[in-house]
């Protein structure tokens, strides 16, 4: 038997001659993410480690699949022994209008980040809105529905994940902030009966949604506890900060999902500013054990995955 390293990256061509590709590779891979990029992704060395502590006799793997390739790798994915997979940038929001069937949370978000294969149908998830809120709490010590949350990036799958969850939550402010304003002003929409209550904030709306220029964004964080960075801006080292350090301030929280690299461009800009950062290692590692619990309808094994991170 073949023992396979887990951090090998496979494609669609493998996953059309998937028994060719690893059907002998032991433990078998069954489960996996979908990404473009991919090669950062930590999931497999969290979700493997979970595994084995677990003595599960099975693999993740990476797989590197582009936007346009996302449809066939699903109809693969329906016709191969796997138990489930992730899926990151850029295919959380294509990806919900090809499954079999939502759960609540991924109807909401209109995002998938996480499928289980039942009878070769793909029933999708979403984990990233409960991650995310896991992670402010473990990393800040507050609960999101005591701040005022400013999210860039509020029209991708992640955006709109974390986005529903502040709105479940009853955050005291929610600002929506992306690239293409008319998506967040569709969010907006739909997330307005939520912010309908009578918390009391001074002259300030409680729900906005705001384009992404420097005046705009100065006039909201004078109002604003949480910055949330849910672009993948930051990914590469060179990529410029998605808000600048001289409009970041001391009170400020500012939490980065970007994980890789660990010091983002953001977290630069708000150490220059003094204010206090988390990288999006924490989620990740919620977001993946929510995951697990789904393939496995267990509890995943926590400590495991974060020794492994
Ligand atoms: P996505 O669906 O492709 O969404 C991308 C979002 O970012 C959109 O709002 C898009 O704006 C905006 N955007 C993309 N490139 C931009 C640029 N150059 N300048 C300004 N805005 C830009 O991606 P996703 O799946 O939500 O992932 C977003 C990031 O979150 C990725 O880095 C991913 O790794 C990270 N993430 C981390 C975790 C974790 O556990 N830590 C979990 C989930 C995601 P438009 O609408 O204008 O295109």
Redesign the pocket.
Known sequence: MKQRSTTERYTLADLENWRRTAGDVDPPIRLGVFGDPVAHSLSPQMQNAALREYEIRVQYARFHIRANELRSALRFLRQLDFIGINL???H??AAFAQIDAANESATRAGAV?TIRVRDRKLIGSNT?GE?FLRAIRSQFSVDIRDLRILII???????HAIAWQCALENCERLVLV???LE?ANALAERLRPFFAGPRVLGPVARLEAVAWDEAALRAQLGDVDLIVN????G?SPSDPTPIPARLLAPHHMVFD???SPSKTSLLRAADEAGARGAN?LS??LH?GALAFQIWFDREAPIEAMRRAL
């Open positions: 990151t940038v850029p959380k929001i980040n990233d991650g990036g509020a029209g991708g799958g992640t955006g992306n690239r293409t998506k849910a672009t993948p801006v990914m999902a970007v994980y999006g989620m990740l977001q």
